[in-house]
């Protein structure tokens, strides 16, 4: 096989590995600012249960937030087990678990919903600690002029958190860039598992410096367009 | 008319009693100074007033129109929500560290809440701005961000925010506490001509010779509880309580 066809056949991955790349960070960037406002939840039904000076069961179920705890877990668990593995459970779970079977075109489906799911809590996470970073004064100067709750936070908290978790975001972009390629756990045939099927059948090693070029150029336009959007938002302090 | 009676109002926090009962009033027109040592609950109680905190007992309202009421027995109701956001707009506070918002360029930071929160006429609310901005000699500023401003000039802008909102009552908690003292005096000097204007003004400040010449009525606290009331002359000329006097004599060793 020619370098030439190589390098097309490995561009029709590449789209792929695109593809997955954007559809990502379409679905996790807004899923991840909800998960984060679960995160935060103080919402704890039972409060009421626990006047002064009751016991220490009662008081630990006053204090229990339900929703907190299950997206604390849910971020525990995307973040302490392997993407690849989660990508295995979204792919094969349904059939082995309820018998449905798994239609041709639910592959990619399942590449996207692992990867949404996964980078929705690391980058629920980033939210987070950029939202507990703002100083209160910004909350208490937009409370006395008026302001409603989703206006103090659209207005006048995101854009500045926004501005603050930026580095966060690009460690995260890049990292995606690169594990676009897990999909081949599932045997999608982005980039990197086509790159593996010429290289066996073809015994040579050319598909993967190929793959590794483009995943270098990919990731170096990205970091441009962080920097860019980085430097966009340079005009306050 | 009184734009503003705080009564009987009690804070703590945890076990820490912070506002032992403090009645506060405030006519038309009035400027009040509180002076008072850290910790005394000045701040506490000027954000009891702006909604930042809850009271635990006592009353306020603004013009009449209640914030809080306790009763008999000792149940402390809140008015409803639509309520407090009309009240919302009897006052304004400026913060000890301005609070400006840091992405809003200065002009933005006064008109923004005219236009989304008043819902007032944006050529109007811009028009009003830039008139109060040139009032305070911030005209060549409009267009700066907050950080490209001194200290001094943060303040003035954090001033004409709340002032473009058209309070009935304007509370100011240290003012001039964050600033460098040779940036105080354009800050006392614009808190001064709004005197002039006949701005109702609630001030906290350790600035005992601006408090003395500003104010019509001062309040001392101390502990959490009003100890001393009157003209200016009357507590800082002739101060009834030994503890007005000790404190007196810490801050203000130039006051007569
Ligand atoms: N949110 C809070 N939680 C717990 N304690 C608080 C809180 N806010 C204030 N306090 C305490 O309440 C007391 C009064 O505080 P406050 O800030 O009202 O005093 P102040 O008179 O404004 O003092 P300063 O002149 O230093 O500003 C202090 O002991 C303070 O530590
Ligand atoms: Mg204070």
Redesign the pocket.
Known sequence: MSLETIIIQLAVGLLKSIAIFALTLIGSLPLGLFVAFGRMSKWAPLKGLAPAGSGRLRKGLAGFRPLQTLVKLYISLMRGTPLMLQLMVVYFGPYYLFKIPIGQNYRFTAVIIGFVLNYAAYFAEIYRSGIESMPVGQYEAASVLGYSRPQTFFKIILPQVIKRILPSITNEVITLVKDTSLAFAISYSEMFTLARKISSSQSTLVPFVVAGIFYYLFNLIMAYVMERAEKSLGYFR | MNVLELTNIRKS??S?E??RGITVTVAKGEVVAII????????????CATLL?TVDEGEINYLGDYVVRTSPEGRVQYSSPADLKRIRRYFGLVF?NFNLFPHYSVIKNVIDPLIHVQKRDKEEAYADARALLSKMGLADKADSYPYQLSGGQQQRVSIVRALAMKPEVLFF??PT?ALDPELTGEVLKVIRSLTEEHMTMVI?T?EMQFAQHVADKVYF?DD?LVVEQGTPDEVFGKPQEERTRRFLERYAPTAP
């Open positions: 926090f945890g820490l912070v506002l008072g040592p850290s910790g005394s609950g000045k701040s506490t109680l000027l954000r905190e000890q908690d240290e506490s906290v350790h606290m959490g």
